[in-house]
């Protein structure tokens, strides 16, 4: 269980590091491309995804983490 704790916790680093820069790329292209109808503040919303899944490997890891004790 050890081992799962550590593999969900480093996923989760992951996801937060690809949220960052998933979340820039979008939000400076919504920012700077001519003919854009959508405000730059839309492209925060591609954060939710990678939010939800940084709290289930989280609690995944959490829990591995506990029963391993």
Do not use: E, Q
């Not at 996923?11 to 690809?18: D, E």
């Not at 854009?36 to 899944?53: E, H, K, M, R, T």
């Amino acid at each position: 269980m050890k081992k799962l704790s550590t593999i969900f916790a480093a996923l989760a680093i992951l996801l937060t590091n690809i949220m960052c820069v998933v979340v820039t790329y979008n939000c400076t292209v919504l920012r700077y491309a001519p003919g854009n109808s959508a405000p730059w503040d839309v492209g925060l919303l591609f954060a939710i995804p990678f939010v939800i899944g940084i709290i289930v490997c989280s609690i995944v890891s959490h829990i591995a983490k506990k029963k391993g004790k």
